[in-house]
């Protein structure tokens, strides 16, 4: 893969985690225990050794933080997505959590791209940006989880659906975990 993904996320309370939370539960009905929300950023390098465009995160971090263009560092934190993120602490024990990524069309944002371009000089082929959705479910079935979430990303009526629309945005599962470190109870 030639890719880095650089995860923004509201520090504490993010009303619009909260907001998606109520809607999902209240007036879709949906058993959903947790919601966080933050933009992912995917870049795209031309260069095909992971060495060479992993030295990239820093100055690709520095940009995306000047001057609150990208990250506003008084209100949000970035951090590089590596790999599959453990359970959020924040979730209720005993669950599971899975990610989606909602990106408008394909995602790809030319203007970002010529932004880090020119600020960086960094390789880059392409930028993608979308809202990554990490929804956590009762239980720790991570087919189960993985399903809802699918069933629960797309729009398809008013009580079915309501992350993306899928007429202008794909909705992509990008990895499923499970609270390993809870109790099991009977």
Known sequence: MNELDLL???????PAAETTAGALRD???????????????RFTFVAPDPEEFAA??????????????YV??????CAWWT???????RAPPGGSAV?????????????AARYFRRQTAAPLERVRRGILWRLCFPGRDLDAARERAADTAVTRGRRHGLLSNPHAERAEI?????????????
Request: hydrophobic content about 35%.
């Open 8 to 14: 923004v996320e509201r520090r504490g309370f993010d």
């Open 27 to 41: 007036l879709l009905g949906l058993d959903v225990t947790h919601v966080e929300r933050g933009v992912l950023w």
């Open 56 to 69: 990239w995160r820093a100055p690709l971090e520095r940009a995306a933080c000047r001057v609150g263009r």
């Open 72 to 77: 506003n560092a008084n209100r949000d934190a």
């Open 83 to 89: 790999g599959p993120r453990p359970y959020p602490d």
């Open 99 to 111: 990610d989606i990524w909602v990106c408008e069309g394909d995602g790809e944002d030319r203007v």
């Open 174 to 186: 990008l990895g499923a975990v499970c609270d390993r470190h809870a109790k099991e109870t009977r």
